[in-house]
């Protein structure tokens, strides 16, 4: 056998280098926990098998991937650990590069970058330490090797933004629309272990918790589950419930008249939803996954989804309870309850809940009372989708987005049905408006010009993302791939027809198409001369999209990039590149895709009716927001937004404010002040500086983060202007 090495020469396979290799990492750990000779002679033999089974030549990097793995099956973690480290520095070594002093600066903590770089990490806690300080080998790997030069240097000059390149080393995508559904219903496995389908609502709950987890570890976006999965359960309860309460008054010789076994079934079927929804709020909440952070999940509420009236209402029954729960919130380290940042509730806008006389009007006055106190559920208008989210049978479509904001598109299936729960996206490449502008020099001419070339830059970029999944194996990500999350494929089939005819998406991002207007223009986009050049700027992003979509056959899809640390990565680079520009770049943020800047003063229901031809126009995915005072005591006001929403706007959401400060026990906006040049979070009530003794929850990009902001993101927070 031959094995191929790192400069592509052959050479003759050599079990006794594995063996060798193997045996000084063993003796690298304290005696007692070593591995026998038996033992290391067992993984070389195993090794070799493996190899063989290829068919092929293995690499050196699939001989070393395969020692790690059959040294962690053996159950030998810290010669694994050793392993790795070893194979890591021999790495280092063979290529030199700067990596070192960002993974000591992690280790450390003094990376202010890294510390801000998103708002739902700690970046102090071993687990996302080790995430991130993966992320930066990924990193360097993707800048070196991966990537071509002339996306790097655009990436590092903020001209483009290359999304997760900290992940971008492996075969990873972007998020996902879970098919909870096909998962709970047909089975699953999970680590190993197969998961027949749950016999109650409780367990269902559970073991959704426990896919979501898994799901979270094997992709670094987003992901969403409906309940309306979860609803078919509830009657599996009732019916199992029933049964025990007729055995008991058997056995103790009580009969029961029909009334009162239907009120008795109902009261235990209500504990166990109460319990089954605590599940998933406190897993969610409590769960840490290999990224450092709780899982970005989406929750799905949608009446519409029902097979029947019984489903409807026992969903119904699930989406009061979650909205109950949500309201109280959870209890922080101090026993106070607190404005979490996950699970993200979606509710569903429809003709049975949005009007008075509605059957479930009730629950969206409970979901706007939650809104008012914990800035969820966010809304979605399922006119509107069914209005503008229209397939090729000329259906239209209610679905749920993959995270804060990145949607589908409409896709048929072979058999001409319309299919979204299994579906996912590949990735993000995001296009800086603002600097295409500055770079024209406001010429308009130039503009298109300049825009046509970065688009086509963008579109190279995204195409090494779609190539680095192009050979992925159903292996890599069992959940994922084989055992339903997304697909039922077989092991060892590549995943590359997921990629193509539009069952996955792709997305060119754009952000800062207020600044680039303005600086155009002279006006902000929300002025009637300067909208026009604004929808053309978005026409010229969507007709890019189609032509690259007939090319490949790949769905390429426009996207309101949800920037986060991006966003004064991109004002610092603007800054530099041009200078201060008043009106332009002379914040340390620039704005979210469409979303008129923060500072303007506009009505929210002109806000969201503006924003809306926007949202048209970015089918991959995009958010509006209103920025509102204290609502609790004016849920009528909120209703109101709500059926605005469910009239004009696909999906939108009211941006309150939940804080509490730990050290006086003061319940109300914590302020943002400068001192000493820079912007920190103060108590109006205790002066209370310290952000470890307080809890912020602010939404910046579609989603509530709860661990603090970069300088220019804190800005942008700070000039917000509320919209009613």
């Avoid at 680039?516 to 010229?540: I, N, Q, R, W």
Wanted: aromatic share 8%; glycine share 6%.
């Amino acid at each position: 056998m031959r094995i191929i090495k790192r400069n592509g020469a052959e050479e003759n396979f050599n079990e006794e280098k594995i063996l060798i290799a193997i045996t000084k990492a063993n003796e690298s750990v304290d005696e007692d926990i070593r591995m026998t000779d038996l033992q290391i002679k067992r993984i070389t033999e195993s090794v070799v098998i493996s190899c063989e089974a290829l068919g092929r030549a293995p690499t050196v990097e699939e001989i070393q991937d395969l020692v790690e793995k059959k040294i962690m099956a053996h159950g030998a973690f810290e010669v694994a650990k050793n392993y790795i480290t070893y194979r890591y520095t021999r790495s280092l070594v063979r290529k030199s590069n700067t990596t070192d002093d960002k993974i000591l600066s992690l280790i450390e903590c003094n990376n202010e970058e890294a510390k801000q770089e998103n708002s739902n990490k700690n970046p102090i806690v071993n687990s996302t330490q080790r995430d991130y300080m993966a992320g930066e080998v990924s990193k360097d790997i993707t800048n070196r090797i991966l990537l071509p030069k002339e996306i790097v240097d655009a990436h590092n000059e903020g001209i483009i933004h290359f999304h997760d390149s900290d992940y971008f080393a492996q075969h990873m995508h972007n998020c996902d629309l879970v098919n909870l559904e096909d998962m709970l219903q047909n089975g699953t496995v999970i680590t190993g272990t197969l998961i027949e389908r749950p016999h109650s609502f409780s367990t269902a709950c559970n073991i959704a918790t426990q896919i979501i987890a898994q799901v979270a570890s094997n992709q670094y976006g987003g992901q969403s589950i409906s309940l309306t999965h979860l609803a078919p359960f509830v009657q599996v309860s009732r019916e199992k419930i029933r049964k025990a309460i007729i055995d008991e008054m058997k056995e103790i010789g009580v009969e029961l008249s029909e009334d009162k076994l239907v009120e008795m079934t109902e009261k235990r079927l209500r504990d166990e939803i109460s319990r089954g929804v605590q599940t998933i709020q406190y897993q969610v909440v409590t769960l840490l996954t290999t990224n450092g952070q709780a899982p970005f999940v989406t929750v799905f509420m949608y009446l519409g989804e029902a097979q029947n009236e019984q489903e409807k209402q026992d969903l119904a029954l699930i989406i009061e309870e979650v909205l109950l729960q949500r309201c109280k919130g959870v209890k922080n380290e101090k026993g106070i309850w607190v404005t979490p940042a996950f699970p993200k509730l979606i509710y569903v806008l429809e003709e049975d809940n949005i009007h008075e006389d509605s059957k479930y009007w009730y629950l969206t006055q409970l979901a706007a009372k939650c809104t008012a106190k914990r800035m969820v559920p966010d809304y979605i208008s399922e006119k509107k989708m069914l209005e503008l989210k229209v397939d090729k049978n000329g259906e239209g479509h209610c679905y749920t987005c993959m995270g804060c904001r990145s949607f589908l598109t409409p896709y048929v299936d072979e058999n001409g049905k319309a299919k979204y729960y299994g579906r996912f996206n590949q990735g993000v490449v995001t296009i800086n408006l603002v600097d295409v502008a500055l770079s024209s020099g406001g010429d308009k001419e130039k503009f298109w010009k300049i825009f046509e070339e970065r688009l086509e830059l963008c579109h190279q970029a995204l195409l090494c993302r779609h190539e680095r999944l192009k050979g992925t194996l159903s292996d890599a990500a069992p959940i994922l791939w084989q055992h339903g999350a997304l697909a039922r494929l077989d092991k060892g089939e590549p995943i590359d027809k997921l990629l193509f005819g539009g069952y996955s998406t792709i997305s060119l991002g754009y952000a800062g198409l207020y600044e680039c207007v303005k600086y155009m223009t002279g006006k902000s986009h929300t002025d009637p001369e300067a909208t026009p050049f604004a929808l053309e700027v978005m026409d010229l992003m969507n007709a890019a999209c189609r032509v690259w979509k007939a090319e490949h056959n790949i769905d390429f899809s426009l996207y309101g990039t949800p920037l986060e640390s991006t966003t004064y990565k991109f004002a610092k680079c603007l800054q530099r590149r041009f200078g201060v520009i008043p009106g332009v770049t002379d914040k340390g943020y620039i704005t979210n895709s469409y979303h008129v800047h923060v500072s303007e003063e506009i009505d929210a229901f002109e806000k969201l009716r503006f924003e809306a031809q926007f949202q048209h126009l970015s089918p991959g995915g995009a958010i509006s927001y209103i920025e509102v005072p204290d609502m609790q005591n004016n849920i009528e006001a909120v209703l109101q937004v709500m059926k605005f929403i469910y009239e004009n706007i696909i999906y939108a959401e009211l941006n309150t404010k939940s804080d509490y400060c730990q050290e006086c026990g003061f319940d109300g906006e914590i302020e943002i002040i400068e001192e000493d040049g820079k912007l920190i979070w103060k108590c109006p009530n205790c002066g209370n500086t310290d952000q470890d003794k307080m809890n912020v929850a602010r939404r910046t990009c579609g989603y509530i983060g709860t661990q603090y902001w970069n300088q220019g993101r804190t800005q942008e927070i700070k000039e917000r202007v509320l919209h009613l």
